[in-house]
């Protein structure tokens, strides 16, 4: 999660892989390549997503910027402000 959206606001493509049953829900864009549980991830998978992010890595560097805009801690301790205040 935290990871993949660092990698997206900067604008790098990344390959993401579920370290636990949580991380299986987590949402991808274009750029990012989610090869599933690590219990089932094969280095041969790994090898060959990393090797497709090679040719891609310029041109989706926008598509993934712009899908993070960045304000995420704010708007946290906005919810954080409210909550102290009882709203």
């Given at each position: 999660g935290r990871t993949v959206t660092e990698a997206m606001?900067?604008?790098r493509p990344v390959v993401s892989i579920a370290a636990n049953v949580r991380e299986l829900d987590h949402h991808h864009h274009r750029g990012?390549?989610?090869l599933g549980p690590h219990?089932?991830?094969t280095d041969q998978q790994i090898t060959s997503a990393v090797s497709g992010l090679l040719g891609?890595?310029?041109d989706v560097g926008a598509a993934l910027r712009s899908a993070?805009?960045?304000r995420?801690?704010?708007r946290?301790?906005?919810l954080i402000?409210?909550?102290a205040r009882g709203e």
């Open positions: 606001a900067m604008g990012v390549v989610y219990w089932t991830v891609v890595a310029t993070v805009d960045g995420g801690a704010q946290i301790a906005r402000d409210l909550a």
